[in-house]
């Protein structure tokens, strides 16, 4: 239903199911590994994911691991140690972006870029994880 790659397309995935929704996430850790002011992330069943070549994962927290790809560099996913059954694929890396849904929400905004003006978009908005 969904597909996705890195930008130098070593690192391909296909999911099962289209995302749930799509969260930007202002972190600081995904701030400084997007270059931008926020990372955002398409949520997808863990189990939905099928990986043809495995990213490199890398623990960025005592809450969370991140993986990448390891020829061009580019951020393909989060998982949350609290959430083990979901993963954020980086909404940048999939083939039809008609599958993105809107965004539902801005999340750790307590890290948010101080340069950085929030849209009036209607999304939630909170000051750490969020729901």
């Known amino acids: 239903m969904a597909s996705g790659s890195c930008a130098c397309q070593y690192i391909k995935y296909t999911s099962s199911t289209a995302p749930s929704k799509l969260v ?11 270059g931008a002011p926020y990372q955002a992330f398409l949520h997808f069943p863990a189990k939905s994911i099928k990986w043809e070549v495995e ?8 809450t969370a691991s991140r993986t990448f790809c390891p ?19 980086v909404a940048g890396t999939i083939d039809d972006d008609k599958l993105v ?3 539902s929400a801005h999340i750790f905004l307590e890290d948010k870029a101080s340069w950085y003006e929030l849209p009036a ?7 750490t994880w969020g729901q």
């Open 24 to 34: 930007n996430c202002h972190c600081t850790t995904c701030r400084k590994q997007s």
């Open 55 to 62: 990213p490199t994962a890398w623990k960025s927290s005592e």
């Open 71 to 89: 020829r061009c560099g580019s951020t393909m996913s989060m998982s949350l140690n609290a959430f083990p059954d979901f993963v954020g694929i």
């Open 101 to 103: 849904p809107p965004a």
């Open 121 to 127: 978009d209607g999304t939630s908005r909170w000051q």
